[in-house]
């Protein structure tokens, strides 16, 4: 009997792991004397799932995730990762979350090598710093001094340091800032890597792109609130009425024709040189009023695509204001 | 977006480290990083040294024959009190800017390791300095008794904890230009006044009484008592150590910020 009973608790708690969310978090409030940082965040995050918390500056994402880092300690409002409260139960939730802090994290003085072993060396299972250093391309600064480090070496090895210890869930705070294009696109294959073997990723991003293309969930946070949350495809999605349509011409056209001809509702803007915006309703109607007018300008409309709004149009009509970097 | 990582790699087995390894690697790194630090080493090795060689041959300072023989427990206690306070108060100063406690703290490293990896590298790279400085003493004739050494040893590692909780207590709240610059000159007023280069005999009367309830003072007197005079340090200069480390760590666990 007792054996059964055993093996019943054992079942139980497994099922209990799967369906325990990698993170939640609700009614969160912390504020910093008399400035309200977090002011009633809540989200719950899949296990084994990418979810990115975006905003611009100052919206409370760092204050968030240091406080589920355990970092932090929360005015009001509960956290929960992996089912433990990072504030009481730090000792055992901490081996089990990797985590990549904004601004890095290592001595001044140590080289990349060294910092990566002693954080692989707090790890039960970690996985070979040498392999690790490689793939993020820091074999060739192996010996330089972390001071000495560009920022974007630096961002690499805090993302090493992260992932060294074979984490069930990841901590990426603003995780490509600083970083050149290859770098970047390097991290994004790591995000899908880790997905795909298991590892829920929390990242945090002012980047529209980069949340777009890992997350599973995006939550938009603006002043210390949630604004919007789901998928990439039902934030953007949600409104079919403000569809657009973008093209490629010449810069400079005097697009007052253009408007002349088109529904009412439609607007016409140029938001990058030769880059045209077309906002309203997009119907096949208006597809051809644009090209008959490119055709009478004489220019070729290039990249001509009928698309969903981006995360960007969300996050400006939520917000009304643009995102800072 | 897959090639690069075959599946798997990254598949979680989570865990915290041994014990001992993470211990270990701690200490190791951070007694490796001081030996590489140029300025630490300066302050650390080659001053206490320059003093050992130059105030043996050089009789600026009144001292007891044979001279090298007070001027050992003396460098010593410079050499604990250099590595322990003033080297650990500007490290965990710039540590702090550079975020590597924060680091630390978000692995599996238990809190009593994150001090204790400090304390241990601390205590080894003190322990090569006391061999350097013990060897080059009894090159300048020098010589030590056994009892004197197990003294030593124990006041060494004693003044150890005790500078290297006056070095948390400073370099763990205030700013890394503000502890660069307090440590070094709080090290040189303990060095001329404190009671190591002249000791607490040899200073005006109503100055010896305060300096004589110093860390530094106490340190060298133990010291001295050990090596020179070859008894047991005085009860008042262990009391004097245990009152200023508790007091130290005391005040070092509230004010001490990971960033």
């Not at chain 1, 099922?15 to 990698?22: D, F, G, K, R, Y």
């Not at chain 1, 349509?245 to 400079?252: E, I, Q, T, V, W």
């Not at chain 2, 304390?119 to 350097?132: E, H, I, N, R």
């Not at chain 2, 080059?136 to 290297?164: E, H, K, Q, R, Y």
Request: one cysteine or more; charged letters at 15%; aromatic letters at 4%.
């Amino acid at each position: 009997m007792d054996a059964r009973r055993g093996r019943d608790g054992a079942h139980a708690l497994g099922l209990a792991a799967v369906n325990t969310p990698a993170v939640e978090v609700s009614d969160l409030v912390k504020t910093y004397g008399s400035s309200t940082a977090v002011d009633g965040i809540g989200f719950a995050m899949a296990p084994g799932s990418v979810l990115a918390l975006l905003g611009p500056n100052g919206a409370g994402k760092t204050t968030t995730v240091e406080i589920c880092e355990g970092f932090r300690r929360a005015d009001a409002g509960t956290v929960r990762v992996l089912g433990l409260d990072p504030h009481t139960d730090g000792a055992r939730l901490r081996p089990r979350i990797g985590v990549m802090p904004q601004g890095g994290g290592a001595y001044p003085g140590v080289r990349a090598g060294e910092m990566l072993r002693l954080v692989a060396a707090c790890a039960a299972n970690p996985l070979d710093p040498a392999w690790l250093i490689d793939t993020l391309g820091l074999g060739s600064c192996a010996r330089t001094p972390y001071k000495r480090l560009s920022g974007g070496q630096q961002q690499r090895l805090s993302l090493a340091c992260a992932l060294v210890g074979r984490p069930e869930l990841v901590f990426l705070d603003e995780p490509t800032a600083g970083m050149d294009p290859q770098a970047r696109r390097l991290v994004w294959e790591l995000v899908a890597a880790l997905r795909a073997d298991g590892v829920a990723v929390l990242l945090t991003t002012h980047l529209m792109e980069e949340a777009e293309a890992l997350a599973d969930q995006v939550v938009i946070v603006d002043g210390g609130r949630v604004v919007a949350e789901g998928t990439p495809a039902q934030l953007t999605e949600e409104r079919p009425e403000t569809q657009a349509l973008r093209f490629r011409a010449k810069s400079g056209m005097d697009t007052g024709l253009l408007v002349a001809a088109l529904p009412e509702g439609c607007a016409v803007s140029e938001p990058s040189p030769g880059g045209y915006l077309v906002t309203g309703t997009v119907d096949p109607q208006v597809v051809s009023t644009v090209t008959a007018w490119c055709a009478q300008q004489g220019v070729l409309a290039e990249e001509l695509r009928v698309g969903r709004r981006s995360l960007e149009d969300v996050f400006l009509d939520l917000t009304g204001r643009e995102l800072r970097s | 977006m897959s090639g690069r990582f075959a599946p798997g790699t990254f598949t979680p087995a989570p865990g915290a480290g041994a014990p001992a390894r993470m211990l270990l690697t701690h200490a190791r790194t951070e007694a490796m990083l001081t030996l590489r630090n140029g300025e630490q080493v300066l302050l650390t090795l080659l001053i206490p040294l320059a003093l050992l060689i130059g105030l043996t041959y050089v009789t600026v300072v009144d001292l007891p024959e044979p001279r090298v023989d007070s001027l050992v427990p003396r460098v010593f206690a410079l050499a604990v009190m250099s590595t322990a306070f003033t080297g650990q108060a500007i490290a965990l100063g710039f540590d702090r800017r550079y975020g590597v406690l924060k680091r630390l703290a978000a692995t599996a490293l238990p809190r009593w390791l994150l001090v204790a990896g400090r304390v241990v590298g601390c205590l080894a790279v003190v322990a090569l300095q006391l061999v350097v400085l013990g060897v080059t003493g009894a090159l300048l004739g020098w010589t030590p008794t056994v009892g004197a050494l197990v003294w030593t040893v124990v006041l060494v590692v004693l003044g150890t904890l005790v500078f290297g909780a006056l070095g948390v207590l400073l370099g763990g709240s205030l700013k890394a230009e503000v502890v660069l610059a307090l440590a070094n000159v709080i090290w040189l007023v303990l060095l001329l006044a404190g009671g190591v280069v002249l000791t607490v005999d040899a200073l005006p009367a109503g100055m010896a009484e305060v300096v004589r309830l110093l860390p530094s003072a106490a340190l060298t007197e133990g010291l001295t008592d050990a090596l020179v005079r070859g008894t047991a340090p005085a009860l008042s200069t262990v009391v004097t150590l245990l009152g200023w480390g508790a007091a130290a760590g005391l005040l070092a666990t509230r004010t001490t910020k990971l960033v």
